[in-house]
């Protein structure tokens, strides 16, 4: 069983950054593969990015490849997302997830565990 809570959203003007933490407890995190999911108004749940156990592959959607940039701290429990440059399309409800796959993957039923969901948003 793994639990995650997010935190780091806010209120951001464009162009500006913004890092989100994800904190997982349970003993098998160090395993999991994790990912970031995001969620606008009236739009559908999507992959943002993911990261494999180790932390030495990364995938991103293409819509951030560049600005975002995922890591993990197994020591810690914790996934993070640097978010850059960012634009007001970024805005969003912002996800993170675990699954024990052992490949990135972008599809959001291959994911076990959800945390609640922090907010961004970017004005312009």
């Known amino acids: 069983q793994v639990q995650l809570v997010e935190s780091g959203g806010g209120l951001v003007q464009a162009g500006g950054s913004l890092r989100l933490s994800c904190l997982a407890s349970?003993?098998?995190?160090?395993?999991?593969?994790m990912g970031w999911f995001r969620q606008a108004p009236g739009k559908e749940r999507e992959f943002v990015a993911g990261?494999?156990?180790?932390?030495?592959?990364?995938s991103y959607a293409d819509s951030v490849k560049g600005r975002f940039t995922i890591s993990r701290d197994n020591a810690k429990n914790t996934v993070y997302l640097q978010m850059n440059s960012l634009k007001p399309e970024d805005t969003a409800v912002y996800y993170c997830?675990?699954?024990?796959?052992?490949?990135?993957?972008?599809?959001?039923?291959?994911?076990?565990?959800w945390g609640q969901g922090t907010q961004v948003t970017v004005s312009s």
């Open positions: 997830a675990a699954t024990r796959s052992v490949v990135i993957t972008m599809i959001i039923s291959r994911y076990d565990y």
């Open positions: 990261i494999n156990w180790r932390g030495s592959t990364t």
């Open positions: 349970g003993r098998t995190f160090s395993s999991n593969t």
